[in-house]
């Protein structure tokens, strides 16, 4: 058995944390290659350390002073390394990371270095060999991550190295400059590593006991998921559900590699586990609820519409051209309705509209916002007679107007969409139906 485990910010903020993470680790030989983050909040009015590292690049590219913002950081580390109590001075390395961000080293360097001191301090703490992901994991000139390239170099590194800290978050661009993945990526950097090695079981240490059938801010107490699949995590991911980077799926469904998602606080906990395929049914109907707000309504009308041949492309060139991606596209004989993210598609409103009128004529275009999109999403509902009848009761007892409704063909997934304002209500009205009531 071969385990690759990696270990989110509010695992590693401060000493404590840091021995609980120790201890896991030590616990069970298997857990053989360590991907850290950097130290997260140790109190909610606290900041993260890599906010402090975007904060003083921030002031650095103004030709500001940052001396308070790096002095806070290096008081975090020391302060875990003293709270450790191990021979460890990171003087030198602060001395450089200070001297590359006066001399305006980036954004992505800035942010990489959280990762970076923890990855020092992590390999240290355990007597694991440190390996800096910056010469492990690779990305094009492009910026586009070499997934084969890092895979083939990384696995015949590890080849040799029983036990190593690689740091999460970050790699390295042809000229050696530093490139992160997007915010979190610390989960991706963990499942290239478990692909690379060919790990058995990737065990993602969090702050909470795996997934949750909805979002406890809106829900009390949600039901925990025992089991789910990579395409139903995607979903659910993709849709707001935030304990697992939604990209970080993708090295290791190729591997058909399982992730155990644990409770860094609640180690006993079995936690919820991500699979290709299972024969397991769900407690319930759905496996999960998730959803954005937040979204803008293109409805477009054209008598004869569906007789028109390149019609639909006409209308996507018109947000192609303006680099706005769409999420849904539900249609009918002489309509057509594209959701987009308001935000991305506010600014370019207008552009967007004229170049629809120029390329496809369409007899009118009507825009509404203020709309969320939720996803019910559950392997178990294509074998379940109803199921979208019961979303439409649950949503109309409780008084709410459904905007748009749009199921896949793989009937994995049913989105509705709603007005804002009605987003937690109908959240709570489908987890009631299926979790609490399970008509």
């Given amino acids: 058995m071969l385990k690759v485990v990696k270990f989110g910010g509010s695992s590693l903020a401060n000493a404590e944390q840091f021995k609980k993470v120790g201890d896991i680790i030590k616990l069970e030989n298997e857990r053989r290659y360590a ?14 350390v890599t906010d402090l590292l975007y904060k003083c690049q921030e002031k650095s590219a103004n030709n500001e002073d940052f001396s308070e913002e790096f002095t806070d950081i290096k008081s975090r580390y020391n302060e875990i390394i003293e709270g450790l109590g191990i021979d460890l001075s990171l003087e030198e390395e602060f001395a450089v990371i200070e001297k590359n961000l006066k001399e305006k080293a980036g954004k992505d360097y800035a942010a990489s270095r959280g990762e970076y001191l923890n990855g020092i301090i992590m390999s240290k703490y355990l007597g694991f060999t440190f390996i800096d992901a910056a010469t492990v994991l690779f990305f094009n ?5 070499d997934s084969e390239k890092t895979n083939e170099i990384l696995g015949e590194k590890l080849k040799n190295i029983e036990y190593a800290v690689i740091p999460g978050f970050y790699g390295a661009l042809p000229d050696g400059t530093i490139k992160t993945f997007s915010r979190g990526g610390s989960d991706i950097t963990g499942a290239i590593v478990a692909r690379a090695v060919k790990a058995d079981v990737y065990e993602n240490w969090t702050d909470v ?5 909805a979002d406890p801010r809106i829900i009390y107490d949600p039901k925990p998921i025992d089991i789910i699949t990579y395409k139903e995590l995607r979903e659910l991911s993709y849709m707001g559900a935030s304990v697992l ?5 993708f090295p290791v469904r190729i591997a058909g590699i399982p992730v155990n998602i644990k409770n860094t606080n609640a180690p006993e906990e079995p936690g919820s586990w991500i699979v290709e395929s299972t024969g397991q049914k769900s407690k319930y109907i759905i496996t999960g609820i998730a959803g954005r707000k937040g ?3 293109i409805n477009i009308d054209k008598d004869m519409m569906n007789v028109e041949v390149g019609f639909g492309r006409k209308v996507l060139q018109a947000f192609e051209e303006n680099n706005i991606s769409f999420e849904h596209m539900p249609s009918g004989i002489d309509t057509m309705t594209l959701f987009v993210e308001q935000k991305a598609f506010e600014p370019k409103e207008q552009l967007v509209v004229s170049a629809i009128h120029k390329l496809a004529e369409p007899d009118s275009i009507e825009i509404e916002s203020g709309i969320a999109l939720v996803a019910v999403v559950g392997r178990g509902m294509k074998s379940v007679r109803g199921t979208a009848g019961r979303i439409f009761a649950a949503l109309a007892h409780a008084r709410i107007n459904v905007r748009m409704i749009d199921q896949g063909s793989s009937e994995l997934n049913i989105i509705i969409g709603v007005d804002n304002d009605d987003f937690e209500l109908a959240i709570k009205a489908i987890y009631d139906i299926f979790v609490e009531v399970q008509l």
């Fill in 209 to 213: 006991s795996g997934f949750l059938v």
């Fill in 141 to 145: 000139k492009d910026g586009i991550f």
């Fill in 35 to 48: 991907i850290p983050s950097a130290p997260g909040k140790r109190f909610n009015a606290d900041i993260k």
């Fill in 245 to 249: 980077h939604e990209d970080s799926i």
């Fill in 295 to 297: 979204f803008s309504a």
